[in-house]
């Protein structure tokens, strides 16, 4: 969340930001609920200096009137700083929860917009091909190649879950590996990371657990959720601890399934592998000193370039114009890798479908989890934080089999990934095999 005082002496700038951003919030609520903390503290402390000076006179030698004019006086201010303090916790969670409505400031350099289609393209990587047959989209490679199976994902879990069977599994765990043997060379710390998160934790990083428009799943009584990235366990493995400057910027990496309701999502590009309720993910996660934070935001944008042109797929980065930036993010980049699949009337050969983003959420997640640094003026303060993709392994598998397929059915498997996965191509299985089953048990 953004501090308090900065909305206050920043007032026209955070409601200007707020515009941009295309969201909900009231910074005005914000500073009155603050400037009323600020009043009820100061009225608190002078009744609890008021209560001190009452009890030390009660112990000095005293008559049995003025005794008891004590006593009366300890108990009105007794009730006093009672009222105060449930009047003061009051206001704490009515500004707490105004509060974290406020997004992060955007970086001066980011487009103004609304939606996604305003974000600004930057850079272009590699030529999107030219097929000479008519391509297919992943889902029909994937159910031609006997890779994957939507519709007992369907029938066993619920729509948008699925099942990754043969070269697929192994894929997958070459992308995986791919990834984080590039991570492992840029330095990163490696982790597997828990699959659940305390609600807090979310909160701290941006996620909301309850409510329509929570994208995460929660335990029923348990106060914890399932993870929808490593960001969030990455992001919590340091909250209300004090790093030392020197070990600063901490390089971490977590792989995790990931579980996301996607509510609200829909739409012709949200089908197959693109838009699940649980994938596998290598997230990158930094903390970092403020000074540090806009120059490793690009190193994380390079290292997912790098990730991406190794495997040899056309892609390019756009810049996220303000309303299409989450809300702890002060700047974010998106990867857009071609994917042949989307063709429509609009787009007959393919369009760009998102695959990784990076984010630089400047302080705004350490308030919340309470990360601090020791800087050397011997104060506390609260370190940067950075996030970035570096594969979620559906989008990158999509876009393999789309841009990789041949006239014949099969599909080439990236150089980088033949030592991980064991083999070079994807072939069509055996027109002679038997079926698994005859018909549906009734």
Known sequence: MLDYRFIKENLDAVKANIVNRNMNADADIVVKLFDERTALTTELQALQQKRNA?????????????????????????????????????????????????????????????????????????????????????????????????????????????????????LEQALIMYALNVLRKHGFTTFITPDVARQEVLQGIGFNPRGNESNVYCLEDEG??????????????????????????????????????????????????????????????????????????????????????????????????????????????????????RSDEAHPNGDWGEVTSTSNCTDYQARRLNVKYHDDDGKNKYVHMLNGTAIAVGRAMLAILENYQNADGSVTVPSVLVPFCGFDKIGPKAAQRSPVYVAKRK
């Open 224 to 341: 914890t959720c399932l993870v929808a990235t490593a960001e969030i366990t990455l992001g919590g493995f340091h909250s209300d601890e004090i790093l030392e400057k020197s070990a600063l910027p901490l390089f971490y990496c977590g792989l995790s399934h990931c579980f996301r309701r996607e509510a609200g999502a829909a739409g012709h590009f949200s089908k197959g592998l693109y838009r699940v309720h649980q994938f596998d993910k290598v997230e990158m996660f930094v903390y970092s000193l403020p000074e540090q934070s806009n120059e490793i935001h690009e190193k994380l944008r390079l290292i997912e370039e790098e990730i991406f042109s190794g495997l040899g797929l056309p892609f390019r980065v756009v810049d996220t114009c303000t309303g299409d930036l989450g809300a702890p993010a002060y700047r974010k980049w998106d990867l857009e890798a071609w994917m042949p699949g």
């Open 54 to 170: 009452n009890a030390a006179a009660m112990k000095q030698k005293l008559d049995a009137e003025t005794r008891q004019k004590y006593v009366e006086e300890g108990k009105s201010l007794k009730d006093q700083i009672a009222a105060v303090e449930k009047k003061l916790s009051e206001t704490e969670a009515a500004l707490d929860e105004a509060g974290r409505k406020i997004p992060n400031m955007a970086h001066p350099d980011v487009p103004v917009g609304k939606v996604d289609s305003e974000n600004l393209e930057v850079k272009k990587v590699g030529t999107p091909r030219t097929f000479d047959f008519k391509p297919k989209d992943h889902v029909e490679l994937g159910e031609s190649l006997d890779l994957i199976d939507f519709d007992r994902g369907t029938k066993v879990s619920g729509p948008k879950f699925y099942y990754l069977k043969n070269e697929a599994v192994f």
